[in-house]
């Protein structure tokens, strides 16, 4: 065992600094940290421990906020809290030395599901005994080393596609890229918001990622071909080293690209007259300036979160498994990311590299995944979950002459493979020319103007037909591929049944 170097009189010789550069005085009862990860309160004289062992508790915290991330140091103080806790409702009394007595029963009261607590406290009590601190006995010390801790569970949402927390399905992603989509170009959704969730979805970022983002780093290049490519320099996270030290470059599509530039540039322009550098400012600013330094008006981790789940949540999007309105959070578009790669048949190597894992001991989980989701759907099945899918976009026509186009027979949405005498199922109600698959892609399309009296029936019935021949000859990601359009099509369906079911009881009265 080390001794200590410093002195044992309890007081600290100077200010301590965290690993992002946050300085705090470690003589202080309570220490409060505010940086981008979030804020952080670490107040002794809630712990249930002798005064004099005080002193090396802090020692080692300010060990771990030299060496760590702020929330990493709070986790080991929290766990410490507990473990105290326990030990002080058992003997009555504050502990002056905790014993290998002392961790084999608290080992017993968290129970297999909770024993990862103890597991993560058992670093923090080996360097506590190793600086030299006094307050760990030697038995307790030699009870961690050789006890192994079962580790939190994880990969359960995955594994079950929990509806709440897992994973979420292809109709539920559809429905929330199409409503963002939709309000966007509708200015319901703001640009920044509109780009919060879209790298969300396609990289599957944590939340304290898209936080340290800069200006800087959105790059735009030239490709031979005289088109432009652009990249985002996305920062790692959950890495050893501080925040924005290291970073993964990522292809951003097209498409995105070009909004997720002009965005950059209206930010840099931002800051112009706040920042020595706008190229360092903050990609997603805060309103005001929280803290000082190199993450100066950068939003909290949670700020993040909060922003997606309100936008998502204002645009009421149902889930098809639940019947209720979607649980978004961050997770959920990782887990997402991380099962539709590994549906692919992409491996544990590309999945890591995919998420940013720093080894595939967690991306094992989504290979072995097996999505509880629906693999068979039948004409019953279709009509209960259409109103809850939300696919069909368009409108449904009673009155054919109110629609768009009415008297233009070239807009006649007709398939003579689903009905022989070419009865149309409606009309196209835009004026452009989409080049899509047609009837499948207008049913999703807010442009159709569908007929009541239309052969959808016959289309849904079809489709069915051919999901079920594919589910036999292929796997279920190539059978489902038209999921979206069945629903919407049973949508229609059923909305003809309750028009005619309500013209017969108006004959009847």
């Known amino acids: 065992m ?3 170097s410093d002195n044992q009189n309890g007081l600290f010789l100077s200010n301590a600094k965290t690993r992002n550069g946050l300085f705090f005085d470690p003589n202080d009862d309570v220490w409060t940290f505010s940086d981008i990860s979030g804020q952080l309160r670490i107040d002794f004289k809630f712990l249930k421990i002798s005064n004099s062992r005080i002193y090396g508790i802090k020692r080692v915290l300010v060990w771990y906020l030299e060496n760590h991330a702020i929330q990493h140091a709070g986790n080991m103080y929290f766990r410490l809290k507990e473990l105290l806790q ?7 009394h504050d502990i002056d030395t905790i014993t290998s007595i002392h961790l084999v029963n608290y080992k017993g009261s968290l129970g297999a599901q909770y024993e990862w607590h103890l597991g993560s406290l058992s670093g923090f009590l080996k360097k506590w005994y190793k600086m030299g601190f006094p307050g760990l006995s030697k038995d307790a010390y030699g009870f961690l080393n050789e006890t192994t801790f079962k580790g939190a569970e994880k990969g359960r949402a995955v594994l079950t596609m929990d509806p709440y927390d897992g994973p979420f399905t ?14 966007y170009a509708d200015n319901k959704i703001l640009r920044e918001d509109f780009l919060l969730i879209w790298l969300f979805i396609i990289y599957g970022s944590r939340p304290i990622q898209l936080a340290q983002l800069k200006v800087c780093d959105i790059l735009s290049a030239k490709r031979k071909d005289g088109s432009k490519e652009y990249i985002i320099r996305m920062p790692r996270a959950k890495q050893r080293n501080k925040a924005r030290s290291e970073f993964k470059e ?9 909004v997720l530039f002009t965005y950059r540039e209206h930010i840099k322009e931002n800051f112009t007259s706040l920042l020595d550098d706008p190229n360092q400012a903050p990609l997603f600013p805060s309103k005001s300036k929280n803290r000082s330094g190199e993450l100066a008006y950068h939003q909290y981790r949670e ?3 909060n922003r997606i789940q309100k936008v998502i949540n204002g645009l009421n999007l149902i889930s098809e498994r639940t019947g209720e309105k979607l649980h978004i959070t961050a997770t959920r578009f990782r887990r997402t990311l991380g099962t539709r790669a590994a549906s692919e048949g992409h491996g544990e190597l590309i999945i890591a590299e995919i998420l ?35 696919a069909f976009a368009g409108l449904l026509f009673v009155d054919k002459s109110k629609a768009k186009r009415a008297d233009d027979p070239s807009s006649d949405i007709i398939d003579p493979n689903i009905d022989s005498e070419c009865k149309p199922m ?30 959808h029936e016959q289309l849904l019935i079809n489709l069915l037909k051919e999901r079920e021949r594919l589910m036999e000859i292929t796997d279920y990601r190539i059978a489902s591929i038209n999921d979206k359009t069945i629903f919407a099509v049973a949508h229609v369906v059923e909305e003809c049944n309750k028009i005619k079911t309500s013209n017969m009881l108006g004959v009847l009265q």
């Open 2 to 4: 080390n001794k200590p």
């Open 86 to 92: 326990f030990l002080h409702e058992q003997t009555k």
């Open 170 to 183: 292809d109709l539920e992603l559809d429905s929330i890229q199409t409503a963002v989509n939709n309000g």
């Open 250 to 258: 990522r292809i951003v599509p097209p498409v995105l690209g070009k």
């Open 303 to 305: 700020a993040i979160t």
């Open 356 to 390: 940013d894992h720093t080894d595939t001991q967690n991306a094992g989980v989504y290979v072995q995944a097996t999505p509880e989701i629906i693999k068979r759907i039948d004409k019953a099945i279709a009509l209960q979950m259409a109103p809850i899918a939300q």
């Open 426 to 455: 409606g009309k196209c109600g835009s004026y452009g020319f989409c080049g899509l698959l047609s009837p499948l892609a207008c049913y999703t399309c807010s442009s159709f103007q569908a007929w009541d009296d239309g052969p």
